[in-house]
T-cell receptor, first 113, second 110 residues
Framework: SQQGEEDPQALSIQEGENATMNCSYK?????LQWYRQNSGRGLVHLIL?????REKHSGRLRVTLDTSKKSSSLLITASRAADTASYFC?????????????FGTGTRLKVLA | ETGVTQSPTHLIKTRGQQVTLRCSSQ?????VSWYQQALGQGPQFIFQ???????GRGNFPPRFSGLQFPNYSSELNVNALELDDSALYLC?????????FGPGTRLTVL
């Protein structure tokens, strides 16, 4: 079963707009990661945020984590057509560094040129 | 692009058959994890191998089994295939600091 869910399930925006995706999870975690997947292929790691962190930035990506609400958000600013993909959050509830991740259900993002 | 490779890329089997999927890990990584991703769903953890030993298992029946070799490459074996086994199978290789996913094997069971 999935650890959590992403919201919305699908999102369609115009190029240049910002995209925000949310992830909720069920148990306490060591860290949370966001991944991108193009066309049902391999997963590309985007960003990792640890349970003691509240916000991280990487280029056009901004991730927040609220452990009290068991939720995280991914913001992609100034979106591009190349950002079209599915985005997943994954939580590591086991021993830190063991990479036994539980993935959410994903948000399908479509960026229109 | 990562150094994690999987073979084959696509595979079609019939119900009841057996299948073996392969994963070559990134240089310097000693751990391989396998995930099953059904269409429209997130990946689900099958099991993980660390230094040739199973190191954790998800909620999958025993007909899903694996191996890890001394060079840290790995195999996923599925016996008595069922229609619901149709999915993208992803492997991920890791060390304590990083994890990289392979491109996946698309398995179709008819």
């Amino acid at each position: 079963s999935q650890q959590g869910e992403e919201d919305p399930q699908a999102l369609s925006i115009q190029e240049g707009e910002n995209a925000t995706m949310n992830c909720s999870y069920k148990t306490s975690i060591n860290n949370l990661q966001w991944y991108r997947q193009n066309s049902g292929r391999g997963l590309v790691h985007l960003i990792l945020i640890r349970s003691n962190e509240r916000e991280k930035h990487s280029g056009r990506l901004r991730v927040t984590l609220d452990t009290s609400k068991k939720s995280s958000s991914l913001l992609i600013t100034a979106s591009r057509a190349a950002d079209t993909a599915s985005y997943f959050c994954a939580t590591d509830a086991g021993t830190s560094g063991t990479y036994k991740y539980i993935f959410g259900t994903g948000t399908r993002l479509k960026v229109l040129a | 692009e990562t150094g994690v490779t999987q073979s084959p890329t696509h595979l079609i089997k019939t119900r009841g058959q057996q299948v073996t999927l392969r994963c070559s890990s990134q240089s310097g990584h000693n751990t391989v994890s396998w995930y099953q991703q059904a269409l429209g769903q997130g990946p689900q953890f099958i099991f993980q191998y660390y230094r040739e030993e199973e190191n954790g298992r998800g909620n999958f029946p025993p007909r899903f089994s694996g191996l890890q070799f001394p060079n840290y490459s790995s195999e996923l074996n599925v016996n008595a295939l069922e229609l619901d086994d149709s999915a993208l199978y992803l492997c991920a290789s890791s060390n304590i600091n990083e994890q990289f996913f392979g491109p996946g094997t698309r398995l179709t069971v008819l």
